[in-house]
């Protein structure tokens, strides 16, 4: 049996969250462009363009998000989970993207030296924006891990990336201020395009294991057999566990072994048992319990859970 759709209340708590990373990632986009503008710098525009990034994802995410809450169908009897890991893989490729353009800007700042301007207006303006990017992404983790949003938790980190780019940026502002070293402008570009390809690649990384049908965490694992345990009475043993992860949708299928002997009825009671106490247990889970007669019982085999 197939637990129920994610529970609306989840659903548009995911799509108001999606909503309000758009309208920051338009306000931060615009306060970062601002101190580009006044300064000129060739650091900040790379701050500012990495925005870009944040607003087009945070779009993806969105539309993603409301792609994944839709419920199974004809098309896709599994339903659509797996479409928060395409928004993140598009993240990762988009801030790969932005690298490449930043190192652009920075080889012709090499060339063409510029003189940077209103170092304290700029500074203020990247701070202002920093911080407010910076409790964003605190908050999309939070509730990402919350209510189980790839999507919103590969959004969160990027911000949090984003973060740590523009503290250096905004420190690097100051010394080229201090200095008088325009050289460092460009070179300190470069360096936030290396980090962010860094942490574009890892968000990219994190999205393929989705797709690839990557097993549910150890700690889930614990759980989902703590709770067979518990509510496994009449049975023999249950063996082949296997687990996946969908977005927020964990998949788990198992044999369950009972007496050769027990009616229908009896072992479908078992079945109903475990599958309460398993999405009880594991929210979002989907569940599918295969019975087998005694004779089909593995005993010691690995994995196995004895009742």
């Known amino acids: 049996m197939s637990a129920p759709p994610a529970p609306s209340r989840a659903n548009r708590s995911l799509r108001l969250i999606g909503a309000g990373s758009i309208a920051v990632a338009l306000a931060v986009m615009a306060l970062k462009y601002a101190a580009y503008l006044v300064t000129g710098s060739v650091a900040l525009y790379s701050d500012a363009l990495e925005s870009v990034v944040n607003l087009v994802t945070a779009m993806a995410a969105l539309l993603a998000i409301h792609v994944s809450s839709q419920p199974a169908d004809r098309k896709h009897p599994f339903g ?11 993240e990762g490729v988009l801030i790969v993207v932005a690298a490449l353009l930043i190192m652009r800007e920075a080889y012709d700042a090499f060339i063409r030296p510029r003189a940077i301007e209103a170092f304290g207006l700029g500074a203020a303006l990247s701070a202002l924006a920093t911080v407010l990017n910076g409790g964003w992404s605190a908050f999309l983790i939070r509730e990402g891990r919350k209510l189980r949003s790839p999507a919103l938790v590969a959004d969160g980190w990027h911000l949090l990336s984003d973060v740590v780019t523009s503290v250096g940026v905004i420190a690097g502002v100051l010394l080229v201020a201090a200095t008088g070293l325009t050289v ?8 936030v395009a290396g980090y962010i390809l860094w942490s574009g ?13 990557e097993a549910a965490d150890s700690e889930i694992q614990a759980r989902i057999r703590a709770a067979i345990l518990r509510n496994g009475d009449g049975a023999l043993e249950v063996h082949d566990v296997r687990t996946r992860q969908a977005g927020r949708a964990t998949f788990i299928e198992f044999h369950l072994v009972v007496p050769g002997a027990m009616s229908v009825e009896a072992a479908h009671e078992i079945c109903d048992r475990l599958e309460a106490a ?8 989907e569940i599918v319990i295969h019975v087998e007669p005694e004779h089909k019982a593995k005993n010691r085999a690995k994995g196995t859970i004895r009742l």
């Open 201 to 213: 690649s890892k968000i990219v990384l994190a999205s393929l294991s989705g797709l690839l049908d």
């Open 184 to 191: 460092l402008d460009p070179l300190l570009a470069v360096a």
């Open 80 to 90: 659509h989970h797996k479409a928060e890991y395409l928004s993140a893989v598009l």
């Open 278 to 285: 398993l999405e009880a247990e594991i929210e979002g889970s």
